[in-house]
C-alpha cells in the first residue's frame, strides 16, 4: 500500500464547477497535510497546509481533512481553465520536514 | 522578496560522472531540504538540512551526499551517475523544521 495514495486522473470538469481531488494516507498519527499545484515543466507551488480536522478555506479553494478516515481533500470553486495543472498532496507524517507525496492528480477545466 | 531559487536550471552529464546542483533558500528561512521528481511522479524526499546538519534522510543511497553552509544555502552532490538519476531535482525551504515548504524552479538532470 503507497504512504499517500491519489487518483492519477485526469479529472475534467467545465468551467465555473466544483472541483474536487481527493487524497488517503496510510500513517493514522500523520500531523501536516499540504495541497501543491504543479504547472506542466514547472515546479510545485503550495495552495494550501491544514493541520485539524474540519475545513479550511483560502478564497476559491477549500481544504478538508479528516484524520479518523485519513482523508484529505481539495475543492476548487468556479474552476477557471487557468487552475489546470497537476495537484500534489502531501502528508508530514512527523511533522519534521520529511514530506511524503502522493503521484498527483491532473485537473482539466474545460471552457 | 527573493524566493527560493536553484541553479543550474538544465544539466546533461555522462553515466558515472558526479552533479552538484545549487540552492539558496527564500528569505528568512533556515531549513533546506531537496527532493527528486521522476517524469509522472510526485516528489521523493531525498534529505533535510537545519543547522548545517543532515536532520532527516529519505531512501536514497550514499551516492547523494549534500551540505548546509552558514547562510544556509545548501548543495545536493550526485557521485556514480547512473540513467536512473536523469530527473527534477527540487529543492524547498522552510521557517525551521516541519513547517511549510516552498519549492524552487528546480534543476532538470539529464543522466546519458
Known amino acids: 500500500q503507497k504512504e499517500v495514495e491519489q487518483n492519477s486522473g485526469p479529472l475534467s470538469v467545465p468551467e465555473g464547477a466544483i472541483a474536487s481531488l481527493n487524497c488517503t494516507y496510510s500513517?493514522?498519527?500523520?500531523?501536516?497535510f499540504f495541497w501543491y499545484r504543479q504547472y506542466s515543466g514547472k515546479s510545485p507551488e503550495l495552495i494550501m497546509s491544514i493541520y485539524s480536522n474540519g475545513d479550511k478555506e483560502d478564497g476559491r479553494f477549500t481544504a478538508q481533512l479528516n484524520k479518523a478516515s485519513q482523508y484529505v481533500s481539495l475543492l476548487i470553486r468556479d474552476s477557471q481553465p487557468s487552475d489546470s495543472a497537476t495537484y500534489l498532496c502531501?502528508?508530514?507524517?512527523?511533522?519534521?520536514?520529511?514530506?511524503?507525496f502522493g503521484q498527483g492528480t491532473t485537473l482539466q477545466v474545460k471552457p | 522578496d527573493a524566493g527560493v531559487t536553484q541553479s543550474p536550471t538544465h544539466l546533461i552529464k555522462t553515466r558515472g560522472q558526479q552533479v552538484t546542483l545549487r540552492c539558496s533558500p527564500k528569505?528568512?528561512?533556515?531549513?533546506v531540504s531537496w527532493y527528486q521528481q521522476a517524469l509522472g511522479q510526485g516528489p521523493q524526499f531525498i534529505f533535510q538540512?537545519?543547522?548545517?546538519?543532515?536532520?532527516q534522510r529519505g531512501n536514497f543511497p550514499d551516492r547523494f551526499s549534500g551540505h548546509q553552509f552558514p547562510n544556509y544555502s545548501s548543495e545536493l552532490n550526485v557521485n556514480a551517475l547512473w540513467l536512473g538519476d536523469s530527473a527534477l531535482y527540487l529543492c524547498a525551504s522552510s521557517a525551521g523544521e516541519g513547517y511549510e515548504q516552498y519549492f524552487g524552479p528546480g534543476t532538470r538532470l539529464t543522466v546519458t
Open positions: 500513517d493514522r498519527g500523520s500531523q501536516s
Open positions: 538540512y537545519y543547522e548545517e546538519e543532515e536532520r
Open positions: 502531501a502528508v508530514d507524517p512527523l511533522r519534521g520536514g520529511k514530506l511524503i
Open positions: 528569505s528568512g528561512h533556515d531549513t
